[in-house]
């Protein structure tokens, strides 16, 4: 089964409103899905990330000619709208293309500290990839909860109550005395 013209329109729409998107790579593990933000241009998702101060894209197993699933969200409700396989490209620094995704991608980024030399940056020290829809069928969202549970800490907040946290709670101020 192919994608359809209304598949297409829907990835690209979703994908257009929406602010992150969950890419997992190509080895599929749950493990390895992370929230990233995008920018939709010339039919692909693109992607900035594993420079300094930049979003983290080591791990997920993107890597150019690679494979990854995309889920988006809905703006409105927040739940999985769509998820669809993808292509991985890895953009040459200085290519056309390079030059035209980091120009919509700076439009994007929130809170630079260098905005003004950001391209250059990027050109040194990251990696920009364009995630194009696959053909084949959209991929079938998971269902139910895909909340993780949280790493152990000490840091934990389901302790008892201190014995004397209800006398503070329900004391009354005390009134000063004025001279």
Known sequence: MTQ????RA???EAAKKSALIWVRGADGT?????????VWHEGAVCLVGDGPGEQPLS????????????????????GRLVA??????ELAPGGEAWTAAVE?????????????????????????LRLEPAPGPLAEPPSGSL??????????????MPAALPKLLTRRPRTRKRA
């Open 4 to 7: 359809t013209p209304m598949d």
């Open 10 to 12: 829907l990835i690209e």
């Open 30 to 38: 749950r493990d390895t899905e992370r929230a990233l933000w995008h």
């Open 59 to 78: 791990g997920l197993g993107l890597v150019d000619g690679g494979a990854a699933t995309v889920t988006v969200r809905s703006k409105d409700k927040g």
């Open 84 to 89: 669809w396989p993808a292509r991985v490209a």
């Open 104 to 128: 919509e991608l700076k439009g994007k980024r929130l809170n630079a500290p260098d905005a003004e030399r950001i391209a250059e940056r990027w050109a040194r020290e990251c990696r920009v």
């Open 147 to 160: 909340a993780a549970t949280p790493p152990p800490s000490p840091a934990i907040t389901r302790r008892p």
